[in-house]
């Protein structure tokens, strides 16, 4: 078996991982690398769609090979693609829904299939049908936007307006009855989405044996694989062992003690923690603070954090209170309830923004399914000790309609990485401070500088505490670390039995 990092080995983020054997490929992954793109691109400029894959193909932002759609090939660039490798590609096995593990999955060929956990598909289907229009293609997953030359020199693509969407082959880790209803549902009345084939893993030969097994993480729906060849190998994708799902990730490494090589992510490695937050003390902490807190509440976490958004639900309940949810919040879990029949939205409300358009998915399924559900701003003015409110940093001036008097934040999400990410918590402290906030999870020190409070946020990704005694506990011949920015722990604990490669380097076991 030949294992080839293409990206991803020594950044946390960006995974590409191919494996081959007797002429049959699989990528484990294929992200976004945003510690990448951020040498190059940042919110206001980023790669221009109208020239397909060339930026990201020049800048080094993808890898050279010969697997790409056509139609984001521009005419100029076509020469220079099919001089490089294609490589096998059976399919793409997806981990969970994060866009450093799936941004760049709709720019590949696409005849290759995705395979991933239901929930994890309908995350994606989400994410699409709640894209911007013009956004870059990393959310055309599982259905894309077909590009045809504007112009005659063949250098300038642009989305066919007039074709309806064509989707990629499904291949499901379990069965889910319901989900082709969500998959080929369209969210623009004028455009079918064209449906393509929806297997599980049982019912598709991919080259190789894959198992798939769900674990822990802070995206529902991330699953590990064990891919068996001439050699048995285990990836992990992104996993944990402090969530309310850890005894699904305990599953996966008693079935992984037979992989004779152990793909893992390292993300927490080269970090000092004293403390290793699990989610039952977040929810401790926060309905420590939310017990005690006058007026408007704001509740601050990840986008697609179902766990942590369910955690302030029981907040909310225990304390009189009830959580609202922006539209696009409402969109993914009345799409997650297409997988798995669970009411997600029962007893929330909806913020209702004044805006002068809505998108269709806003329109026709959220308003269309919960209009009742709906709070307009004027009544969490008139009525702020009644709620719990789900805004982020992005959703800062929609305060100015609620105009609180002072109130609660909770921030409850990972600290900033980055100087750009700094500048926007400084901003962030800004308007909290304009309304008169109590922060909590966080405050900004005399420089600007974010300082941040332990407590109130679980880390999606396992310590490195854990993560030795794991690999202790599968005691693989092999390991190769990725998702890390210190590979170097693994060989330092692990010797010879440590792979550490470059991006773009190549292994044979």
């Given at each position: 078996?030949?294992?080839?990092?293409?990206?991803?080995?020594?950044?946390?983020?960006?995974?590409?991982?191919?494996?081959?054997?007797?002429?049959?490929?699989?990528?484990?992954?294929?992200?976004?690398?945003?510690?990448?793109?951020?040498?190059?691109?940042?919110?206001?400029?980023?790669?221009?769609?109208?020239?397909?894959?060339?930026?990201?193909?020049?800048?080094?932002?993808?890898?050279?090979?010969?697997?790409?759609?056509?139609?984001?090939?521009?005419?100029?660039?076509?020469?220079?693609?099919?001089?490089?490798?294609?490589?096998?590609?059976?399919?793409?096995?997806?981990?969970?829904?994060?866009?450093?593990?799936?941004?760049?999955?709709?720019?590949?060929?696409?005849?290759?299939?995705?395979?991933?956990?239901?929930?994890?598909?309908?995350?994606?289907?989400?994410?699409?049908?709640?894209?911007?229009?013009?956004?870059?293609?990393?959310?055309?997953?599982?259905?894309?936007?077909?590009?045809?030359?504007?112009?005659?020199?063949?250098?300038?693509?642009?989305?066919?307006?007039?074709?309806?969407?064509?989707?990629?082959?499904?291949?499901?880790?379990?069965?889910?009855?319901?989900?082709?209803?969500?998959?080929?549902?369209?969210?623009?009345?004028?455009?079918?989405?064209?449906?393509?084939?929806?297997?599980?893993?049982?019912?598709?030969?991919?080259?190789?044996?894959?198992?798939?097994?769900?674990?822990?993480?802070?995206?529902?729906?991330?699953?590990?694989?064990?891919?068996?060849?001439?050699?048995?190998?285990?990836?992990?994708?992104?996993?944990?062992?402090?969530?309310?799902?850890?005894?699904?990730?305990?599953?996966?490494?008693?079935?992984?003690?037979?992989?004779?090589?152990?793909?893992?992510?390292?993300?927490?490695?080269?970090?000092?923690?004293?403390?290793?937050?699990?989610?039952?003390?977040?929810?401790?902490?926060?309905?420590?603070?939310?017990?005690?807190?006058?007026?408007?509440?704001?509740?601050?976490?990840?986008?697609?954090?179902?766990?942590?958004?369910?955690?302030?639900?029981?907040?909310?309940?225990?304390?009189?209170?009830?959580?609202?949810?922006?539209?696009?919040?409402?969109?993914?879990?009345?799409?997650?309830?297409?997988?798995?029949?669970?009411?997600?939205?029962?007893?929330?409300?909806?913020?209702?923004?004044?805006?002068?358009?809505?998108?269709?998915?806003?329109?026709?399924?959220?308003?269309?399914?919960?209009?009742?559900?709906?709070?307009?701003?004027?009544?969490?003015?008139?009525?702020?000790?009644?709620y719990i409110l789900c805004f982020s940093f992005y959703d800062m001036p929609h305060l100015l309609d609620v105009m609180p008097d002072g109130g609660t934040y909770i921030y409850s999400s990972s600290e900033a990485f980055g100087e750009e990410q700094e500048f926007s918590f400084l901003r962030l402290w800004n308007w909290l401070q304009y309304f008169g906030f109590e922060v909590h999870g966080f405050k900004v020190d005399k420089s600007g500088k974010p300082i941040f409070e332990k407590g109130l946020h679980a880390s999606g990704h396992i310590s490195r505490e854990e993560l030795r005694e794991v690999i202790g506990e599968i005691d693989p011949d092999y390991i190769i670390p990725v998702h890390t920015e210190n590979?170097?722990?693994?060989?330092?604990?692990?010797?010879?039995?440590?792979?550490?490669?470059?991006?773009?380097?190549?292994?044979?076991?």
């Amino acid at each position: 078996m030949k294992v080839v990092i293409y990206d991803g080995a020594n950044t946390i983020g960006g995974s590409k991982i191919h494996i081959e054997e007797n002429g049959n490929g699989l990528f484990l992954d294929f992200g976004m690398n945003f510690a990448k793109y951020s040498r190059y691109y940042e919110e206001f400029i980023t790669e221009r769609t109208a020239r397909g894959i060339y930026d990201l193909w020049h800048l080094g932002l993808i890898p050279k090979l010969n697997i790409y759609r056509a139609d984001l090939i521009p005419r100029d660039l076509t020469s220079e693609v099919i001089q490089y490798p294609k490589v096998p590609v059976n399919a793409v096995l997806i981990s969970h829904a994060h866009l450093d593990h799936v941004g760049n999955i709709a720019l590949l060929d696409e005849n290759i299939p995705i395979v991933g956990s239901p929930t994890t598909i309908t995350i994606l289907k989400a994410l699409n049908d709640t894209a911007a229009s013009g956004g870059h293609f990393g959310m055309e997953i599982p259905y894309y936007k077909v590009r045809k030359n504007k112009d005659e020199e063949g250098y300038i693509l642009e989305a066919d307006r007039k074709a309806h969407y064509p989707s990629r082959k499904v291949i499901l880790t379990e069965k889910a009855e319901q989900l082709d209803e969500f998959l080929f549902h369209p969210i623009r009345p004028t455009k079918k989405i064209i449906p393509n084939e929806v297997k599980t893993l049982g019912e598709e030969g991919l080259g190789f044996e894959v198992r798939a097994f769900p674990v822990d993480h802070s995206i529902y729906g991330a699953t590990a694989y064990i891919v068996e060849g001439d050699v048995s190998l285990a990836y992990t994708g992104d996993f944990r062992l402090h969530g309310k799902n850890g005894d699904e990730t305990k599953k996966f490494i008693k079935a992984a003690k037979n992989a004779s090589v152990l793909i893992t992510e390292g993300t927490r490695v080269g970090r000092e923690e004293h403390e290793n937050v699990s989610e039952r003390e977040v929810h401790e902490n926060a309905l420590k603070i939310v017990e005690e807190a006058k007026g408007l509440v704001i509740a601050d976490f990840s986008a697609r954090n179902f766990e942590r958004l369910e955690t302030f639900k029981k907040i909310a309940e225990k304390t009189g209170r009830e959580l609202v949810v922006t539209a696009k919040d409402a969109y993914f879990l009345h799409a997650l309830k297409m997988v798995d029949g669970a009411d997600r939205l029962e007893n929330l409300r909806i913020y209702g923004n004044f805006k002068a358009t809505q998108q269709k998915w806003e329109t026709l399924v959220v308003w269309g399914n919960y209009s009742d559900y709906y709070v307009s701003p004027f009544e969490i003015r008139r009525n702020p000790e009644n709620y719990i409110l789900c805004f982020s940093f992005y959703d800062m001036p929609h305060l100015l309609d609620v105009m609180p008097d002072g109130g609660t934040y909770i921030y409850s999400s990972s600290e900033a990485f980055g100087e750009e990410q700094e500048f926007s918590f400084l901003r962030l402290w800004n308007w909290l401070q304009y309304f008169g906030f109590e922060v909590h999870g966080f405050k900004v020190d005399k420089s600007g500088k974010p300082i941040f409070e332990k407590g109130l946020h679980a880390s999606g990704h396992i310590s490195r505490e854990e993560l030795r005694e794991v690999i202790g506990e599968i005691d693989p011949d092999y390991i190769i670390p990725v998702h890390t920015e210190n590979p170097r722990w693994f060989e330092a604990n692990w010797g010879e039995k440590a792979v550490i490669l470059e991006n773009g380097e190549s292994w044979e076991v």
